[in-house]
């Protein structure tokens, strides 16, 4: 089974900072390719940034300059780092896996989500 779990959201003030973690687990050998999405009541989900393997990585453009992803060396902990954070971050943001092993994807996992809330 493909699990994917985030941490690291919270209640802080525009221009602050946060860090959002995905923990990603799976088949050994599996190779996780990320996004990072958010939501926000009444609105379309969207893709806030994007991570696959060998290191790809999107932005979306009102995060570009601002929000950096990143992994760890054993490439099952991802990382959402978010500076100068503005009211209209405010969402659940939430983290997606497809694992990948020989080619082939062995399975997807969405995680429950994190709130993310930006004051003014």
């Known amino acids: 089974q493909v699990q994917a779990v985030e941490s690291g959201g919270g209640s802080v003030q525009a221009g602050g900072s946060l860090t959002l973690t995905c923990a990603a687990s799976?088949?050994?050998?599996?190779?996780?390719?990320i996004t990072w999405y958010r939501q926000v009541p009444g609105k379309d989900r969207e893709v806030v940034s994007t991570?696959?393997?060998?290191?790809?990585?999107t932005y979306a453009d009102s995060v570009k300059g601002r929000f950096t992803i990143s992994q760890d060396n054993a490439g099952n902990t991802f990382y959402l780092k978010m500076n100068d954070l503005k009211p209209e971050d405010t969402a659940m943001y939430y983290c997606?896996?497809?694992?990948?092993?020989?080619?082939?994807?062995?399975?997807?996992?969405w995680g429950q989500g994190t709130q993310v809330t930006v004051s003014s």
């Open positions: 997606k896996t497809v694992c990948w092993r020989g080619g082939m994807i062995m399975g997807t996992a």
């Open positions: 799976g088949y050994a050998s599996c190779t996780h390719d």
């Open positions: 991570l696959g393997q060998p290191g790809r990585t």
